[in-house]
């Protein structure tokens, strides 16, 4: 079962700050939110991850709800490179379990 | 520093024959993870080494398999292929087990005819 919920889609203008939801409603206190992106025909490139605190990186910054039930990953100034699949993992650190991917959000940056 | 490199890019089989699959990992990565991409099916997880035993497994039939060798490079077996089994396969290395922060190679297309 998904645990995470995103768009499939979303549009930003290039340089223009890109603004990605995820809902991980059922997601437990020892789960992080893990951020990837696939552009087009490559493999999937680690972003950024977060526990409660929002955390910022020189790829991009990620706000988490205090309630954990929702973040939402913040692309600053988006280029036409940052055009890709963004997905939105919840991950319990120590256990067996790999990162289970969902289908993402497709973010398309246009001039 | 390198980063992690499969081999070989892109590959054609048909029907009945098998393929092995090269993943090598980031230097001083020990952990290695593999999966499939497809359109219908996304990116699922196929199962991952570490030090050479495999800590965890997917739910994929037994035809496809993996091992890790003693330099933490992998291969991943897929016999007696079948038409479903086009996709790319990726692999994925970590320094550690409980990290969530994986570093994937640019894949393995395999197209089976």
């Known amino acids: 079962d998904a645990k995470t919920t995103q768009p499939t889609s979303m549009d930003c203008a290039e340089g223009r700050a890109a603004n990605l939801p995820c809902n991980h409603s059922?997601?437990?206190?020892?789960?992080?939110v893990y951020w990837y992106r696939q552009i087009h025909s490559q493999g999937p490139q680690y972003i950024i991850h977060?526990?409660?605190n929002n955390e910022t990186n020189e790829m991009a910054s990620l706000i988490i709800t205090e309630d954990r039930k929702s973040s939402t990953l913040i692309l600053p100034h988006a280029t036409l490179r940052d055009t890709a699949v963004y997905y939105c993992?919840?991950?319990?650190?120590?256990?067996?379990?790999?990162?289970?991917f969902g289908t993402g959000t497709r973010l398309q940056v246009t001039l | 520093k390198a980063g992690v490199t499969q081999t070989p890019r892109y590959l054609i089989k048909t029907r009945g024959q098998q393929v092995t699959l090269s993943c090598s990992p980031i230097?001083?990565?020990?952990?290695v993870s593999w999966y499939q991409q497809t359109p219908g099916q996304g990116l699922q997880f196929l199962f991952e080494?570490?030090?050479?035993?495999?800590?965890n497994k997917g739910n994929f039939p037994g035809r496809f398999s993996g091992r890790q060798f003693s330099n933490s490079r992998s291969e991943m077996n897929v016999s007696t292929l079948e038409l479903g089994d086009s996709a790319l396969y990726l692999c994925?290395?970590?320094?550690?087990?409980?990290?969530?922060?994986?570093?994937f190679g640019e894949g393995s297309r395999l197209t089976v005819l």
């Open positions: 977060g526990l409660k």
């Open positions: 993992i919840v991950w319990e650190r120590g256990t067996a379990s790999k990162l289970t």
């Open positions: 059922t997601i437990s206190g020892n789960e992080y």
């Open positions: 080494y570490f030090s050479e035993t495999q800590r």
């Open positions: 994925a290395s970590s320094l550690r087990v409980d990290t969530g922060e994986l570093f």
């Open positions: 230097s001083g990565h020990r952990s």
